[in-house]
């Protein structure tokens, strides 16, 4: 689909042609805004994903299905599919290693097939966050080789990374201003002015790729620093016997108090990102203390939990082996079937360890992703009364519903529990961070 509003090529002087590569939380959003205006594919090597795009559903729930049904998106696994396209926007997974080291072979895999269709006056804009440096050191040279064309003569570059926070329903792409930058000035306004066509809150055109890549990593590094130190003061309260949301309600009444909650940090974003300015920062030769630093106090969160509730059913005469204990909520957060990354199954494999028999429950994830991403069986609900502790790990909406009585009700008698997020009200042997 195509409209006057359309945003030209300024190479080709025509509405620009645009092909998603990566179609989850970051890349559907995007194809079906981009689809109001302009001709767009939607490209992913899975191919039940896009089957079931074609019949209108979407497992991220992030874009519903009336919309989905309307967008005008070609959904396809095809490459050939993308050969009359001349703006590509990689918008795939960047994770990390078991090393926590930066793994780009998703990253690799998109730049040879954005090479194997891009020609004379294409455009390929990343949107996958990376360290600075990567898009022209590592993705450009990939597509140069695979075209045979030549980078800022022949094709060019942009970057513009994404800001999607699953789940969220107040902030979704049109309302969060996009940072952008191209490798040339006339790309980098090119850039600007597509996303602007979609993104109502507004553009930023930082002044090269490697400004707005650093941007990015910089945002989720500060924010993962900043729950590490909440982190820490939950380690060091929890051992003084002071609760720590007393603490923080108390602190919160100073205006300039910066709101952070101790928590599981995983996902996609918080719990990898730092890994990516850490990594580039020891290549050029400078160790990273604090993020590092923060980085084990929130990896560590998800041990501590299962030490705590092993510790507290010790102080009852109780072992961990051959215990039932219920994890509530295996998402990374709260009302999303978002599992990537997730630090709840640090709590399951070290209670698993210590033999105890860990239920989960989790009504946003699918059983089968699960299975095949952790390895785990979950039950389709908990039985009353049965388990030894319970573990109230992510904040669903269906937990908070309810309610403090129902959740006790689950245990057995002098049942602990750990309420992770806080969201019950606090009784006497309640454990939480």
């Known amino acids: ?24 939380y970051v890349g559907l ?22 089957r079931e795009l074609k019949e209108g559903r979407d497992r991220t729930l992030e874009v519903e299905p009336e919309t989905l049904a309307g967008a005008g998106v070609g959904f396809t696994t095809d490459p050939g599919a993308l050969s009359d396209r ?43 966050t990376v360290y600075p440096g990567a898009t022209e050191e590592i993705c450009v040279p990939v597509v140069a080789e695979t ?40 790309v980098a306004a090119f850039v600007d002015a597509l996303y602007r066509s979609v993104a109502s809150a ?12 650093a941007a990015k990593v910089i945002e989720n590094t500060q924010r993962d620093l900043n729950i590490a130190l909440i982190n820490e003061f939950a380690l060091i309260l929890g051992r003084l016997g002071i609760d ?18 101790p928590g599981l940090v995983g996902g996609h974003c918080i719990g990898v990102d730092p890994y990516y300015l850490t990594h580039k ?12 630093a923060g980085r084990r106090i929130n990896d560590g969160m998800g041990a501590h939990v299962a030490r705590e509730v092993m510790a507290a059913m010790a102080a009852k005469g109780r072992s961990p082996s051959g215990a039932r204990i219920l994890v509530m909520g295996l998402a990374f957060k709260e009302n999303t079937p978002d599992h990537r990354n997730t630090r709840v199954i640090d709590i399951i494999r070290t209670l698993t360890e210590a033999g105890s028999s860990v239920d989960v429950w989790d009504p946003w994830i699918a059983a089968a992703d699960a299975k095949s991403e952790y390895g785990l069986q979950l039950i389709e609900a908990p039985e009353a009364g049965s388990y030894d502790g319970i573990v109230l790990a992510v904040a669903h909406r ?36």
């Open 1 to 24: 689909m195509t409209s006057s509003s359309a945003v030209p090529n300024p190479f080709t002087g025509a509405p620009a042609r645009i092909a998603v590569l990566g179609l989850g």
């Open 29 to 50: 959003p995007l194809a079906v805004a981009f689809a109001r205006a302009h001709d767009v594919v939607g490209f992913d090597i899975d191919p039940d994903r896009i």
């Open 86 to 128: 001349d703006v590509f926007i990689v918008t795939v997974p960047t994770p990390i290693d078991a090393e926590k080291r930066p793994d780009l072979s998703a990253l690799d895999a998109a730049s040879r097939t954005v090479g194997g269709a891009i020609r004379p006056g294409g455009v390929v804009i990343y949107e996958s």
């Open 147 to 186: 075209s045979g064309l030549a980078f800022n003569l022949d094709f060019f570059a942009g970057y513009s990374p994404e800001r999607a926070n699953p789940g969220d329903k107040a902030h979704r792409l049109a309302d969060i201003v996009k940072v952008t930058a191209g490798s040339t000035p006339q």
């Open 202 to 213: 507004g553009t930023h055109r930082a002044s090269s790729i490697r400004v707005a890549e």
């Open 244 to 261: 720590t949301e007393e603490v923080l309600a108390a602190a919160r009444t100073k205006w300039n108090f910066l709101d952070f909650r």
């Open 281 to 292: 920062a020891e290549a050029v030769g400078y160790r990273p203390e604090v993020i590092l």
């Open 398 to 433: 269906q937990f908070r519903e309810m309610g403090s009585e129902a959740v006790r009700a689950l245990g057995r008698l002098g049942a602990v529990i750990f309420d992770v997020k806080s969201i019950l009200p606090k009784a006497d042997g309640d454990l939480r961070l």
